[in-house]
């Protein structure tokens, strides 16, 4: 009879905490924790999304590595073509989430709130295998030794499901600082960029080894404090990262 009484007693107060109200801060985390399964592979890679990794491999590649013209119109291809296929799961996986929020605000039970994520899993499924695809696209295009960099700067320890995703104000955030670097720097990147160009056309001409050498030599000065601007870059993006995204290790590539 006891043990009677005991499971009648459990099932009770299971049923009453589905039935209690979410409260703001259990409803963020389990929203939270509905993101944290969403796509990783370009967080892994320290882009985090499609244009902010486009952005990371035009701007953190060292000046020897840079990605061509050419390279550089066929990434923003992919992404272009990953942004239009994605929209409308994105759109709908937003619609989603704005839908649990309101069910937090409103005082829903965790189960009604959870019945609301559940209906995102699918999508956020699409979404995760759509990045994957994509990164592989992108990596498809890039020489091994930009690959080889790329694979030598990953964050080691990094863990994507414990980063919770950017929001659009951090993207828009990291989206000027990447421009801001471009605009800073334009004089020396030109520089740097006819300077190597202008070595790999005497090499090919037959120059000797030290008149190419003397050629590279002109482009140190800016390839130094392009280095630094790099780094300094680096360090607002991950500025822009809250506690518990550092806190996954998966920083910015670079």
């Known amino acids: 009879m006891r043990r009677i009484a005991l499971t009648v007693i459990a099932t009770l107060a299971i049923a009453a905490c589905s039935n209690d109200t979410t409260s703001p801060a259990a409803g963020d985390a389990l929203i939270n924790s509905f993101l944290l399964g969403s796509s990783t592979a370009l967080t892994s890679a320290g882009g985090y999304d499609g244009d902010l990794y486009q952005d990371r491999l035009t701007n953190a590649l ?131 960029k006819a300077i190597i160009e202008q070595a790999h056309a005497a090499a090919a001409a037959g120059k000797s080894k030290a008149e190419v050498e003397a050629i590279m030599a002109q482009a140190h000065p800016a390839m130094a404090r392009l280095d630094a601007a790099r780094q300094a870059l680096k360090a607002a993006l991950e500025a822009v990262l809250t506690p518990e995204q550092k806190a996954s290790g998966c920083f910015p590539l670079g």
């Open 62 to 192: 060292p000046d020897e590595l840079k990605l061509t013209p050419e390279q550089q119109a066929k990434i923003k291809a992919l992404v272009d073509a990953f942004q239009a296929a994605t929209k409308a799961d994105h759109d709908a996986l937003n619609a989603i989430l704005r839908e649990a929020r309101d069910a937090v605000a409103a005082h829903k039970s965790r189960d009604e709130v959870k019945a609301i994520l559940d209906k995102g899993i699918a999508i956020r499924n699409r979404l995760s295998a759509a990045e994957a695809a994509l990164r592989s696209a992108i990596e498809a295009v890039l020489t091994p030794e930009q690959k080889a960099w790329l694979d030598g700067h990953r964050a080691a320890r990094c863990d994507p499901s414990k980063f919770p995703p950017l929001t659009d104000a951090q993207k828009a955030q990291m989206r000027a600082l990447e421009q801001a670097f471009q605009t800073a720097n334009k004089a020396d990147l030109d520089a740097v």
